[in-house]
Nanobody
């Protein structure tokens, strides 16, 4: 079973920065994409940023120019550098991976447990 382990959430003042990290708990055969989603209280989960192995990185309009996603393909990790944070960025952030665990495995989506990001003065 693949587990995605997140770290780096916390409380930050408006205008501050945080860096989220996510790592797979086991070796992975192939990764199609890794990314981050978030869910604020009373709202649906939404895309923040995704980075496919092939193709363009995709950001939500609300975070463009402030957030940067990066991947280490050798380690199967994904990071999210968040700058110029705003109170509306407050949410639980979830790591996501679209992958095959081993050769011949079906492609599937996996989720982390979520990490809280709170932007408040």
């Amino acid at each position: 079973q693949v587990q995605l382990v997140e770290s780096g959430g916390g409380l930050v003042q408006p205008g501050g920065s945080l860096r989220l990290s996510c790592a797979a708990s086991v070796s992975i055969f192939s990764v199609n994409a890794m990314g981050w989603y978030r869910q604020a209280p009373g709202k649906q989960r939404e895309l923040v940023a995704t980075m496919p192995s092939l193709g363009r990185t995709n950001y939500a309009d609300s975070v463009k120019g402030r957030f940067t996603i990066s991947r280490d393909n050798a380690k199967n990790t994904v990071n999210l550098q968040m700058n110029s944070l705003k109170p509306e960025d407050t949410a639980v952030y979830y790591c996501n991976a679209d992958l095959r665990r081993y050769y011949g495995d079906a492609r599937a989506q996996y989720w982390g447990q979520g990490t809280q990001v709170t932007v408040s003065s």
